[in-house]
């Protein structure tokens, strides 16, 4: 990029050489300086290690890094007795597209989305229906033991953008 840029700015093909040269010095000073790039230096604070090279040493970031370790510990849910009225409430002050819906015990009996929530709206009357009513309870989850590249072939699926994530598997507990 650099040597392209500095040929548009001179219009001088002379600068070329230069340029080429003073840029792969400072790649190969920059590498030697810093093993990581400013791309990869948070992974490796993670402990995911990069590897360079041929594909075949190359780390597959999706089978290294587990559910656990990229997942929103930070869930807003919602009650299966929530009135749709307060859903639409919720959806406007948090921006989000989705909640996993929690029954009494506070584990995880479904989801419901915008989508749902605007066919609701669309079929008609709101008052006195519940999240219960319009949920889907058929529920594809995540595990936080389970590498991110499973987990995101499981919403490719149901072409869906989100997966809650349970404790173990057989359990609800988010």
């Given amino acids: 990029t650099a040597i392209v840029v500095a040929f548009e700015i001179t219009h001088n093909f002379y600068i070329i050489l230069p340029i080429m040269l003073a840029t792969v010095i400072s790649t190969l000073v920059a590498q030697s300086l810093s093993p990581t790039s400013m791309y990869t230096m948070k992974l490796v604070k993670r402990g995911i290690k990069i590897r360079r090279g041929a594909p075949e040493h190359a780390t597959d970031v999706m089978e290294t890094t587990t559910v656990g370790e990229a997942m929103n510990t930070e869930v807003e849910t919602v009650p299966l007795t929530m009135p749709l009225f307060h859903l639409m ?5 948090s921006h989000r597209h989705g909640f996993p819906v929690v029954d009494e015990a506070g584990e995880l009996a479904g ?59 057989g359990s609800r507990q988010l």
Avoid: C, H, N, W
Wanted: avoid cysteine; proline fraction near 5%.
């Fill in 89 to 93: 409430e919720k959806f406007d002050q």
């Fill in 111 to 169: 989801v419901v989305s915008i989508k749902d929530l605007d066919a609701a709206i669309a079929a008609g009357e709101l008052s006195g229906r519940t999240v219960a009513e319009i949920a889907t309870t058929d529920v594809l989850v995540a595990y936080p033991y389970e590498p991110m590249g499973a987990a995101l072939q499981r919403l490719g699926v149901r072409e869906i953008s989100r997966l809650p994530v349970v404790k173990e598997e």
